[in-house]
């Protein structure tokens, strides 16, 4: 792997993790939809993107998205997509210390057994 | 104990949404930006292809589709934890690899069945947990 893999990837994960704990700080601050119908899902969409976090977590998303696309034109997906898995690890740990959630020995086996599970389904 | 199964059952409603909804936008995408052909990353190139993709019906079954992905996991982040929702998108790999040998006839290696049968216990075990441990601040200001 080049430094310039190693960099992008880098960048995949964060940009990635970063972005989806932003918005999940914006969908918490949303709060849920009344019921899930189409009318109060629009209200709930409307306020959504009225919330700064929101904002915050597009750009980082669409970062990781285009450096997964050019990782793509640079190494195989049997290589960029395992790489990749080590998200749910890096996106649980930031569940925990960052959202503060409750990360229990099963969703810690779980997130664990899922990433394998992916980087075998891609190498298979 | 009520609320608690149907937080499991709409949090599962969302997840099936977007398994779906990915696992269709991405390979529609995919078909259609196939029939376009290599984008030439030239300004005329560009113009070009963004012609080509605003008027391919293809694209816009699949950037539809990738909308409804995008929506069903706003929506299940407002009240699920990301630690949940984020290892149970997973499950998309094993619904793919059964689809492709039910529908394609595809062989399948038995490491890539191994795979999905990680990814299938995984989701299980993080399925059993609680969708929620935090109290978002929208339901503190309820709550208040």
Not at chain 1, 28 to 39: Q, V, Y
Not at chain 1, 80 to 86: D, G, N, R, W
Not at chain 2, 20 to 32: E, H, I, Q, S
């Amino acid at each position: 792997m080049t430094p310039g893999t190693i960099f992008l990837l880098a960048v995949l994960i964060c940009g990635s993790t970063f972005g989806e704990i932003a918005m999940t700080f914006g969908m918490k601050a949303t709060g849920e939809p009344a019921r899930l119908r189409p009318k109060p899902l629009l209200i709930f969409l409307g306020r959504a993107v009225c919330n700064a976090w929101f904002w915050v977590a597009i750009p980082l998303m669409a970062l990781s998205f285009y450096s997964l696309l050019v990782l793509l034109s640079w190494q195989p997906i049997s290589l960029v997509i395992p790489a990749s898995a080590l998200s749910y690890v890096v996106g649980t740990l930031g569940a925990k210390y960052i959202l503060k959630e409750e990360v229990n020995g099963a969703r810690w086996a779980g997130v664990i057994l899922v990433c394998a599970g992916v980087v075998l389904v891609t190498m298979g | 104990m009520a609320s608690q199964t149907r937080l499991r059952i709409k949090t599962l409603v969302m997840v099936l949404a977007m398994v779906v909804c990915a696992n269709v936008g991405d390979p529609m995408l995919k078909r259609g930006m196939t029939t376009i052909g290599a984008v030439e990353v030239s300004a005329s190139g560009l113009a070009h292809a963004f012609r080509m993709t605003v008027t391919n019906a293809t694209i816009w079954v699949g950037i539809i589709f990738l909308i409804g992905f995008m929506v069903s996991y706003m929506t299940a982040l407002s009240w699920a934890d990301y630690s949940y929702v984020m290892p149970a998108g997973a499950f998309g790999y094993a619904v793919l690899t059964l689809l492709a040998v039910v529908f394609l006839h595809e062989t399948v290696s038995p490491k890539r069945w191994m795979g999905v049968l990680l990814i299938c216990v995984g989701v299980l075990l993080v399925g059993q947990t609680k969708p929620s441990t935090t109290t978002s601040p929208a339901a503190q200001k309820v709550a208040a």
